[in-house]
């Protein structure tokens, strides 16, 4: 933790030498001061506050549609040879598609609005979530549903009370990996097209040329993406680990 | 009584490389109350066996009767512990012994007083709020025991349950099984690939063959109990039955001169 902070305060220090001396044009190459200065305007005037809620507002809502329908068709396609010859090849297919390739497809069906945004949202994080339930249920030592069957488990609960979490650990894998590009998805569209969020923040600030800005809204999405991986992510991951004996320590 | 019968059951098994002859016409009656041993070399279909009167795999022909009715799938009146345990990691030791009797319908609290009743027998009530992965392997196998036990079944299935656990461990839950079953009067089937082990817990027991999987020889065990693995008596009918088995293995080319095994001793 503190060879970190060391760190960042040394890259901060030179990136302030290099703008003080104007190696670069200052529009070009804003000192960390009037990057900071630009984030507390934008923070201030609202700006920022409302482009993140939007842009947080989307991601939550297309990664819920994502777990909500991944969850159960990965644990299908892990129980039922049929779909997955069928439905899980096409499932596969779609893993090599980058998300942003629906952009054009999503526009003609919905039009310039957020539904369009949320299909891009949901088709990159659905696959990884789906293949990640898959994986992990296909995994599992079969002696657990063995067990399960022995002891008079009705088949439903076989699948909610054994085979979801005895999969938790793969699962929480795949519902970062989905999170993970959620989040990128989102911000390719909202780059492409205008429409609030954080994306367009960013694009206006190429409009304006106004670098800073640029930077400013680099660091809030970076900041983001780092808060949901270490913070919620990692913690309930942690918590799995301890629970089921995965960690060393 | 009789509690459970295996009725000339037939077991093969076809993958895209071989066929296996698991089992061939294995006909067996268990008493009520009987504690039978199967003992055979590895491979030779007893988890197999095993796994048909538990329900788990059906049979290509026969049948397994429990109390005079066809067994058709798997149910908690026949109880397996299985050589690793299965136990769920995702579960404390005391809901992992609850688990099965939720799945009956058994109260929150009921099952945990039961739960909590059956641990103590084994000696894990100290341990009741454990994560698994905090227990050594003779605990955890404990655990799957006592999750058995706690089910009150009919019929106890056991498959190795203790082939992966030292030997000290081990004497320790002889004396424990025998007192147990003792104690309740069910009715246990066990597979082991150790004779001695076989001798000092059965009434009886039967010695498969493999390739095809068959019963070679019976042998009912008399001696006084409690038991202990190092009792003459158990190493004098332990030796007789490694006999029979190595009887009936095919020899291979040079076996005459691999030393002979000692008495109990199953490679
Ligand atoms: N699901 C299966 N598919 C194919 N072959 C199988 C299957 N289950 C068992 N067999 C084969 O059937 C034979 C008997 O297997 P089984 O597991 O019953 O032996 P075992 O006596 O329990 O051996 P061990 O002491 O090593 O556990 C073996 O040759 C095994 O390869
Ligand atoms: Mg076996």
Aim: aromatic share 8%; with cysteine; glycine share 8%.
């Amino acid at each position: 933790m503190f060879k970190r902070l060391i760190f960042f305060v040394a890259l901060i220090g030179v990136w302030a030498l290099i703008a003080e001396r104007h190696v670069w044009d200052p529009t070009l190459f804003p000192s960390p001061w009037k990057v900071a200065e630009t984030l507390w305007q934008n923070f201030r005037d609202g700006s920022l506050v409302h482009a993140t809620a939007i842009s947080l507002r989307r991601v939550l809502v297309g990664y819920s549609i994502s777990l909500a329908i991944g969850v159960p068709l990965g644990v299908l396609l892990a129980t039922r040879k049929w779909l997955e010859d069928t439905v899980g090849s096409l499932v596969s297919a779609f893993q090599s598609l980058p998300s942003i390739c629906w952009l054009p497809l999503a526009l003609l069906w919905f039009g310039m609005n957020d539904k369009a945004i949320l299909f891009v949202v949901v088709a990159g994080s659905l696959v990884s979530i789906t293949v990640a339930v898959q994986d992990g249920i296909k995994n599992l030592p079969p002696t657990y549903v063995r067990a399960a069957q022995t002891m008079g488990t009705p088949q439903f609960r076989i699948y909610t009370e054994v085979l979801l979490p005895a999969s938790l650990p793969a699962i929480l894998t795949g519902a970062k990996l989905g999170w993970a590009y959620a989040w990128r998805s989102l911000m390719s569209g909202e780059l492409l097209f205008v429409s609030l969020g954080l994306g367009q923040m960013l694009m206006q600030g190429r409009d304006l040329a106004d670098m800073s800005q640029v930077i400013s809204v680099m660091i809030v999405i970076m900041s983001l993406g780092l808060l949901t991986d270490k913070v919620i992510f990692g913690s309930l991951e942690r918590h799995v680990r301890r629970r089921w004996g995965l960690s060393i320590s | 009584m009789v509690k459970l019968s295996i009725r000339n059951v037939e077991k093969r098994f076809v993958t895209e490389d071989q066929k296996v002859h698991a089992l061939s016409s294995i006909s067996v009656e268990v008493q009520s109350g009987e504690f039978l041993i199967l003992v055979g070399p590895s491979g030779c279909g007893k988890s197999t066996l095993l796994n048909i009167i538990a329900g788990l795999v059906k049979p290509d022909a026969g049948e397994v009767l429990m109390n005079g009715v066809p067994v058709t799938e798997p149910g908690p009146d026949r109880a397996l512990v299985f050589q690793d345990g299965a136990l769920f990691p995702w579960l404390n030791v005391r809901r992992n012994v609850e688990f099965g009797l939720r799945q009956k319908g058994v109260s929150k609290r009921e099952a945990s007083e039961k739960a909590m009743h059956v641990l103590d027998q084994v000696g894990l009530s100290k341990f009741s709020e454990n994560d698994l992965h905090t227990l050594s392997g003779g605990m955890r196998q404990r655990v799957a025991i006592a999750r058995a036990l706690a089910l009150e079944p009919e019929v106890l299935l056991m498959d190795e349950p203790f082939s992966a656990l030292d030997a000290l461990t081990r004497e320790d839950l002889y004396v424990e099984i025998q007192e147990l079953w003792q104690g309740r009067g069910a009715t246990i089937v066990f597979v082991t690939h150790n004779v001695r082990e076989a001798v000092t817990l059965g009434d009886r027991v039967l010695l498969l063959a493999s390739d095809p999987g068959r019963l070679q020889g019976e042998f009912p065990v008399n001696i006084l109990r409690p038991r202990h693995i190092e009792d003459v008596d158990v190493a004098r009918t332990a030796q007789q039955i490694s006999y029979e088995m190595k009887k009936g293995r095919i020899p291979f080319v040079g076996d005459a001169s691999t030393p002979d095994l000692e008495p109990g001793e199953v490679v």
